[in-house]
Each structure stands twice: as structure tokens, then as C-alpha cells.
């Protein structure tokens, strides 16, 4: 009897140690599954459709899951997911300092046919990380042709130096419109170039096709690789002083600005020379100029002159926008259109789904510093979405423009009034139309 329960008693104890292991074991499997979990990333959403609804359903919820949603988000659409194995590490992303990315929202002038390491152009693009710079023929403060341009020979000279003392290649940007408003003259030895209104008044796409190849390869020649043309302003008043009476405007007919610059844009394009659209939201309307003072466009301004805007965009042919220095009331009460939430983050970003790069116009024109501190201005730009600030150092000179703009937005970040996100942001539009020119042939 006593020999059985000695029995019994061992027969309990190694199902209890069997027990045990099995428990152990499963706890281990379960632990190796968890860790074999894949890490789950969200992505951008999918293209929606007219209702506003995504097309698919999320993979990480089971398509009965939206059902039992309550009706406060149906108007949000769900965020897909991909899911993405543990075992593949994300790409590793170059770290770039806070001053890289300010110096690349910067496109500034300066003086010299010509520059060594002493120059103080070479300085900022060294020191302060340039993102580009802009030439004139004509020095307004000196009231002098010596500044950028006296023949091609020395211009292919100048823009070769300047890309070789920056070690991220610079924006060689230039106003060659044509007509009237053109710094490559035939008098320095380019080819003779016609007005926008001219070609408009031909509505000849084939013609303008022509002329604005021959302008790309000019421009693509001496190395110039953004040319801020075309206008798409409307010819709406022809007595405007600064667009009408130059002859800067295709015509006064939407659509005929709109497939005119389709056409400059596109041979521009073809020869790795970028273009910016100019001045959003309209400044055909105006009565004054901007260079000089206060423009009000508020009752003389219409939507249709958002139109080759809105075109172009849809088209995928607006490489960059430069906004104008005019009042439009109607939008935004207190701030010009370069410095206003309402037009630049409103009606361009959200209105026309633009995020291309938005281009701020010359920041030392008279309709801007006569009004706004400098400091100000600088934040309600970039306050208002603008990724590329343009200070063309010519109405009024300053060779420590540079140094004075960055130390600014520094102190706009370090004071919580700007968020380095909103750098972030601009730095990934500047970069993106950067990549492109680096990848034409």
C-alpha cells in the first residue's frame, strides 16, 4: 500500500513537471510571435474621389470596421497603412543643419562681373549657404551698368564661379520676360527677344514656342537655370504702369495667357531652365506700382485672373509662383498677398492645391518697406507660407543683407515664433525643384 502511493506521488509530480514545460514552452512561442509582429507605418492617403471619400479600405481594419464609426468623422477619411516586415530597416536620412536650410531660402543679389574667394557674394554662398542668387544689368542704387552683365563670355564666366564656390548647387536666377523687361540685351551682345503682348496679339503658339526656345537656349548656354518669366498677368488695364504700359502681359483674354505660357514654360522646360509664374494673385488690374508704393487692388481685382493659375497648375507645368505686393481686401484686410495667410496658405495652397515652391517677390520694393519693419516682414512671409524669400539687393544695397536675413528667421525659431517644421517644409519644395534640375541631361 505504501509502495503504491509512493508510486502515485511520482507519477503527479512529473505530470506537474511536464505541465510546467509545456506552459514555459508555449509562453516563449507566444513571445517570439509578438516579437514577429511587422511594424506598422502610416502613408499619405489615397487620391479621393468627388464625395470626398477614400476608394479603399484600410488593411489594417476589417471592412465591416468603418461601419461602427460614429458619424462625427465620416467626413475625415481614414489614413491607409502599409505594413511594413521588422527585418527591413527604414533608409537612413541625412541630417541637415537648421542653417543649410534657411541659407536655401534665400535668392539674393549682389555686384561684380566677376567673383574670387574674397568676394562678399562667395562669403554668403560659403558661409551662410546660399540657395541662390540673381542677376541685374543695371545697379538702380548706383545708377550704373556695372553690375552683372556685360557679354556672354563674362556671364558664363560669372554664373561657373559662382556654382563652384557652393558645395549645393545654386539657383542662377534671372528676369528674362522679354520686350521690355529683359537683362540679357542685344546691346551686350544676346539675341533680340519680343515682348509677351506682342506674341499674345499674334496668338501664334507655334511663334511663341520658338521665341521662348531660343530664350531657353540662351539662358541654358551661360548656365542661368531659372528664369523668373512668365507673367500670367491679366491685360485688364492697359494703363497699368508696371505690367499694361510694358507690354508684359500676353493679353487680357484668360485663356490666351494661359496656353501662351504653357508654351514658354514648356520650351524653358525642354532646356533644363525652370520658370515661375508671376504675381499671384494678379497684378494686371493695378493702378500704381509696387516697386514704389501701396497697391490696392481691392476694386479692380477679379477671379478670373486666378484662372491661368489654376490651368497651369492642373497641368503640372508651374514649376514655382511669385506672389505680389498688392492689397486684395477682399482676401486679407491687414497684409499684402506676399505676407498673408489668407492668400498665400489659403487660396494658392488650399484653394488651388498648389505645394509647389511659392516665390516671394524683390522683399526691398517700397510697397513692402514702406509699410513693415524688416523683421516683420521676414516673419509674415514665412508665416504666410513662402518657401523662397527674394531680396534683389538693387533698389537699395546692403552687403550684409545675407547675414542680417539669416540671423532673423534664427531668432524668429529660437523665440517660438516660427517652427523649425514650417523650415523643414519649404527645405523639402526648394530641394525637390533642385533634384529635378540635377536630373536633366
Not at 505645394?355 to 504666410?384: C, P, R
Request: charged share 20%.
Amino acid at each position: 500500500m505504501k509502495k503504491t502511493g509512493v508510486i502515485v506521488f511520482l507519477l503527479a509530480l512529473l505530470m506537474g513537471l511536464f505541465t510546467a514545460s509545456c506552459i514555459k514552452s508555449n509562453e516563449d512561442n507566444v513571445d517570439k510571435e509578438i516579437k514577429a509582429v511587422p511594424v506598422v507605418r502610416q502613408i499619405a492617403p489615397k487620391p479621393q474621389s468627388e464625395e470626398g471619400q477614400t476608394t479603399t479600405t484600410p488593411k489594417s481594419q476589417p471592412e465591416h470596421a468603418q461601419e461602427q464609426l460614429p458619424n462625427v468623422i465620416e467626413s475625415t477619411p481614414p489614413i491607409p497603412v502599409e505594413i511594413i516586415p521588422e527585418e527591413v530597416p527604414a533608409l537612413p536620412q541625412p541630417k541637415v543643419s537648421l542653417d543649410i536650410k534657411i541659407g536655401q531660402m534665400l535668392i539674393v543679389g549682389f555686384r561684380g562681373f566677376s567673383v574670387n574667394a574674397k568676394s562678399p557674394i562667395v562669403w554668403d554662398i560659403q558661409k551662410f549657404h546660399l540657395g541662390g542668387v540673381i542677376l541685374f544689368d543695371y545697379d538702380i542704387t548706383l545708377k550704373s551698368s556695372k553690375r552683372n552683365i556685360k557679354s556672354p563670355k563674362q556671364v558664363k564666366k560669372l554664373v561657373n564661379s559662382l556654382q563652384a564656390a557652393s558645395n549645393i548647387p545654386l539657383f542662377i536666377a534671372i528676369d528674362q520676360e522679354g520686350g521690355k523687361v529683359q537683362r540679357l540685351k542685344n546691346k551686350f551682345g544676346f539675341p533680340y527677344t519680343v515682348s509677351a503682348q506682342y506674341l499674345g496679339k499674334k496668338n501664334n503658339l507655334e511663334l511663341t514656342y520658338k521665341h521662348a526656345t531660343k530664350m531657353a537656349k540662351t539662358l541654358a548656354s551661360l548656365g542661368i537655370n531659372f528664369n523668373f518669366a512668365p507673367v500670367v498677368d491679366l491685360n485688364t488695364n492697359p494703363n497699368n504702369p508696371v505690367i499694361g504700359k510694358l507690354k508684359r502681359s500676353f493679353s487680357a483674354n484668360p485663356k490666351i495667357v494661359t496656353n501662351h505660357a504653357l508654351e514658354f514654360i514648356r520650351a524653358h522646360n525642354e532646356h533644363g531652365v525652370l520658370c515661375i509664374l508671376k504675381h499671384f494673385p494678379g497684378h494686371g488690374s493695378s493702378t500704381k506700382d509696387s516697386h514704389l508704393g501701396l497697391v490696392d487692388v481691392t476694386n479692380t481685382w477679379k477671379n478670373i485672373e486666378l484662372f491661368p493659375y489654376k490651368e497651369i497648375i492642373s497641368a503640372g507645368m508651374a514649376d514655382a509662383i511669385m506672389t505680389a505686393h498688392v492689397f486684395n481686401r477682399h482676401y486679407d484686410p491687414t497684409h499684402p498677398a506676399t505676407l498673408s495667410k489668407r492668400i498665400v496658405g489659403g487660396v494658392l495652397r488650399t484653394d488651388l492645391r498648389y505645394d509647389g515652391v511659392i516665390v516671394s517677390d524683390d522683399m526691398q520694393m517700397k510697397a513692402i518697406t514702406s509699410h513693415y519693419s524688416f523683421e516683420y516682414a521676414i516673419q509674415a512671409t514665412l508665416e504666410a507660407g513662402i518657401d523662397i524669400i527674394i531680396i534683389g539687393n538693387n533698389l537699395k544695397y546692403e552687403e550684409d543683407i545675407v547675414a542680417r536675413t539669416v540671423v532673423v528667421i534664427k531668432q524668429l525659431i529660437q523665440d517660438g515664433k516660427l517652427s523649425e517644421k514650417r523650415i523643414d517644409e519649404s527645405y523639402r519644395r526648394i530641394q525637390t525643384l533642385k533634384h529635378w534640375l540635377a536630373t536633366r541631361p
